[in-house]
């Protein structure tokens, strides 16, 4: 009779670790998966995840399963378990990238890695890992917290025989933005083996379910995408506000314009000189776009904003009118985004830039008076 009780209690304790297994899964913010090669048909293999740091577990799983499939029949053919590093967590605080964004907002982060055998194949290798479910505060996808993750890289015969390394990002993804404010970074990779890099929005894929959040081994390709809330796509994620990412030099410029959490993905193609295809890396990754309270400042990522300066059109293409409320002597200093000194000019209330022989891109504008200095962004279309 005990044990039958006993039996009855560890029953519903199973039950109810699992339900929350499922429950607290939905915490997915993003990832992306690279990959090193060592030589002898050794590879490193690294995962990225991101987590919110709202209550829930797992903290992140332990271990992870990557699965390994054939390129061109897509069959599967090994998992790779890898676990997780206690000393590899990080927290991305409430201040990033702008202290003067103080809305709540943390995300947490780990990298599992691992050393695996790729033995040459003429098909390629298709490497993939899958989580559910997503963090229920994105608004650009439909049922978020029911819409799985598939973070996954893809590496070619000619990868193999070169013994080739994926790119990586060189910066961080703005995770949290102010409404209405111009933000630019330069979001390219660093590819230790010169390729060239092709930058481009893709649909992050979906993966897993909230039946089975963590499968072992992930379903094999073809994956099938998230679905966008219209009017939202993979191509516009924030929807009609401004953002572009330069396919050939990897520039992020956006201006968001709704709160919100938005998931974007950003995919890179490497190409060796003869022009064929390496590896395909993808960063799947929900940026934050919150209230603009910042205060007129210099900051690395984020142009002071001024009531008493307007610029207009924003963005332009060959011309810029300035206005001032006023009437102070003010020096103009036109820079590149990378701080290139491009003109000088004084004015007082208002002027004028014609920007035709300047190529497209981020400019800041560095304003000077007795009482002030500003600094502003505008962008050529």
């Not at 209550?55 to 029949?73: E, H, K």
């Not at 610029?311 to 009437?327: D, G, M, V």
């Amino acid at each position: 009779m005990k044990i039958n009780f006993l039996k009855s209690i560890l029953l519903t304790i199973i039950i109810v670790l699992s339900q929350q297994s499922s429950s607290f899964a939905t915490h997915i913010v993003g990832g992306e998966m690279n990959y090193e090669c060592l030589g002898n048909d050794e590879y490193r293999i690294s995962l990225k995840i991101y987590r919110d740091c709202d209550t829930g577990l797992p903290w992140f799983d332990n271990p992870i399963v990557i699965g390994v499939f054939d390129a061109q029949t897509n069959s599967y053919i090994r998992s790779i378990s890898i676990n997780l590093d206690p000393n590899s967590n990080d927290t991305i605080s409430s201040y990033y990238p702008d202290s003067c964004i103080s809305i709540p907002f943390c995300v947490h982060t780990t990298t599992y890695s691992t050393t695996t055998t790729l033995a040459f194949s003429n098909a390629g290798y298709i490497l993939s890992y899958q989580r559910c479910c997503r963090s229920q505060d994105i608004i650009n996808i439909v049922d978020p917290s029911s819409t799985g993750m598939t973070l996954t890289t893809e590496i070619t015969a000619a990868a193999l025989l070169s013994c080739n390394n994926s790119p990586t990002f060189n910066s961080e993804v703005p995770l949290i933005l102010g409404a209405n404010d111009t933000f630019s970074i330069n979001l390219g990779a660093n590819d230790v083996d010169g390729d060239s890099l092709v930058y481009a929005f893709y649909a992050p894929f979906d993966g897993a379910s909230l039946s089975n959040p963590l499968p072992n081994p992930p379903a094999a390709p073809l994956y099938v995408p998230v679905t966008y809330q219209s009017p939202y796509t993979s191509q516009i994620p924030f929807g009609n506000a401004f953002c572009t990412w330069d396919s050939l030099t990897g520039d992020f410029v956006i201006v968001p314009t709704n709160l919100g959490n938005y998931l974007i993905g950003l995919s890179i193609s490497e190409y060796n000189t003869a022009g064929v295809l390496l590896s395909k890396t993808y960063k799947d990754i929900v940026v934050t776009v919150g209230p603009q309270p910042c205060s007129p400042t210099l900051n690395i990522n984020k142009a002071a904003t001024s009531s008493a300066i307007k610029l207009f059109p924003n963005p332009t293409k060959n011309h810029l009118a300035i206005e001032t409320s006023n009437h102070l002597a003010t020096t103009l200093s036109l820079y590149s985004i990378q701080g290139q000194l491009l003109t000088i000019k004084y004015f007082q209330k208002q002027t004028s830039l014609d920007l035709e022989h300047y190529p497209k891109g981020v400019y800041l504008l560095k304003f000077e008076n007795e009482n002030e200095q500003i600094v502003k962004r505008f962008i050529k279309k």
